[in-house]
T-cell receptor, first 110, second 116 residues
Framework: SQQGEEDPQALSIQEGENATMNCSYK?????LQWYRQNSGRGLVHLILIRSNEREKHSGRLRVTLDTSKKSSSLLITASRAADTASYFCATGTSYDKVIFGPGTSLSVIP | EAGVVQSPRYKIIEKKQPVAFWCNPI?????LYWYLQNLGQGPELLIRYENEEAVDDSQLPKDRFSAERLKGVDSTLKIQPAELGDSAVYLC??????????????FGPGTRLTVT
């Protein structure tokens, strides 16, 4: 069974706009990670946020974590066509187990 | 630094045939994962190794799937016999884990298996 669930399932925006995707999970976590997967390519780690952190930035990426609501959001600012990909949240539970959600498919239109 | 290497990249076999996938993790990474990814879904863990020990194989269908990680480096995942429902992408990942985790994982390009 999958721990995390991304929302929306699919998102289409114009280049230059911001993209926000959310992840909700069910049980307590040690950390939460976001990964990106381009068409035909492998998964790439984007950012890791620990359970005692509330916000983290990396370049154009901003991740928030609300453990009371069991949710996280990934914001991509000033999107580019190259950001077109599937984005997965992966919840890190105890025992070093990581569970991936089904992903959000992002299309950035030039 | 070389990434995670997997081979083959693509494999087409008939049902009931055996198939094997190979993975070489990033040098020095002590933890290795095998995942299965169906189209439009996230990766699902099959097995996790810490060095040579399989520490989580609860999702591995042991009647037909087997895996090994000899000497704690390379790993092989085998399916025998393959079924139509095994068609998917098989991903290998590795991580360097020191202390409480989980840690970020580095993924290989995957092997796309088609069972006909």
């Amino acid at each position: 069974s999958q721990q995390g669930e991304e929302d929306p399932q699919a998102l289409s925006i114009q280049e230059g706009e911001n993209a926000t995707m959310n992840c909700s999970y069910k049980t307590s976590i040690n950390n939460l990670q976001w990964y990106r997967q381009n068409s035909g390519r492998g998964l790439v780690h984007l950012i890791l946020i620990r359970s005692n952190e509330r916000e983290k930035h990396s370049g154009r990426l901003r991740v928030t974590l609300d453990t009371s609501k069991k949710s996280s959001s990934l914001l991509i600012t000033a999107s580019r066509a190259a950001d077109t990909a599937s984005y997965f949240c992966a919840t890190g539970t105890s025992y070093d187990k990581v569970i991936f959600g089904p992903g959000t498919s992002l299309s950035v239109i030039p | 630094e070389a990434g995670v290497v997997q081979s083959p990249r693509y494999k087409i076999i008939e049902k009931k045939q055996p198939v094997a996938f190979w993975c070489n993790p990033i040098s020095g990474h002590n933890t290795l994962y095998w995942y299965l990814q169906n189209l439009g879904q996230g990766p699902e863990l099959l097995i996790r190794y810490e060095n040579e020990e399989a520490v989580d194989d609860s999702q591995l269908p042991k009647d037909r799937f087997s895996a090994e990680r000899l000497k704690g480096v390379d790993s092989t995942l085998k399916i025998q016999p393959a079924e139509l429902g095994d068609s998917a992408v098989y991903l290998c990942a590795s991580s360097l884990e020191r202390g409480p985790g989980p840690y970020e994982q580095y993924f290989g390009p995957g092997t796309r298996l088609t069972v006909t």
